[in-house]
């Protein structure tokens, strides 16, 4: 059995990751690894005492959606976003997915502290736009083909905002890099966010203590600063300005 398969006949059954360590023998913290796709290369012995957990009722694995076959990559939809098992974290750009590993301790300080900041300067000068940081759902092109997870967002158009998420393109995103996201987030994403509609995106390089800034309504970019630098947000008018210096 594939690890999607398992996925499914999880959620069917409705096995909980603690009833699974029990039956498997398997730590429940290993589990969610394997799950999330953090592990990315499980033991076979591992594997093999999750697979017998369902081994009673085969036929589940019958009816689990294949998600990622070649034949229908490009065709996928929101609503197939939708039908994944909610410990599935995927995006979904022009109809193809993408796995999203679980984030990792730096990547989540480093996200976490910009948000404060970015929240805490909005507030102070009773500013009307809106930050969000993950997970939150962005059908950035309002069609039913792509829908993203950015790490931090700010949203200046509030009737885009809805109870699901954020339909529309944000004024603001950043992207924390990751070995396993850096494509995507370098390449597809910046093509992506500029041609939706964003004004301005950040990519922070974590590893090399970089952050590259493209604003698009410029006529330079992108450019690139260290984490010994402020880095100012240019459609704030440069008035908004990120400090590292607790990241470093």
């Not at 507030?123 to 069609?143: H, N, R």
């Amino acid at each position: 059995m594939t690890i999607e398969e398992m996925m499914h006949c999880k959620k069917q059954r409705g096995l909980s990751y603690r009833k699974m360590a029990e039956l498997s023998g398997i730590p429940q913290g290993t589990i969610q690894k394997i799950f999330s796709g953090e592990t990315k290369s499980p033991r076979y012995d591992t594997l093999q005492a999750l697979e017998a957990i369902f081994q009673e009722n085969k036929n589940c694995v019958a009816q689990v959606p294949t998600f990622y076959s070649a034949e229908r990559s490009g065709e996928y939809t929101i609503a197939d976003y939708r039908a994944l098992p909610d410990e599935q974290r995927v995006e979904l750009i022009d109809g193809v997915f993408y796995d999203m590993s679980a984030p990792t301790f730096r990547h989540q300080r480093i996200v976490g502290e910009i948000y404060r900041q970015i929240s805490n300067y909005i507030i102070e000068q009773k500013g009307t736009c809106q930050p969000v940081m993950s997970p939150v759902d962005v059908q950035l092109d309002c069609d039913e083909k792509t829908m993203i997870q950015p790490d931090v967002a700010i949203i200046c158009k509030l009737d885009r905002i809805q109870n699901w998420g954020v339909y529309g393109a944000p004024d603001f995103i950043l992207e924390v890099l990751s070995p396993s996201t850096r494509r995507k987030d370098c390449v597809l994403k910046l093509g992506k966010y500029e041609a939706a509609g964003v004004r301005e995106y950040w990519m922070i390089d974590p590893i090399q203590e970089k952050v590259i800034t493209y604003f698009f309504e410029g006529e330079e970019y992108p450019t690139v600063y260290g984490f010994d630098q402020k880095v100012p947000l240019k459609f704030y008018d440069e008035k908004l300005v990120i400090s590292f210096e607790y990241l470093v």
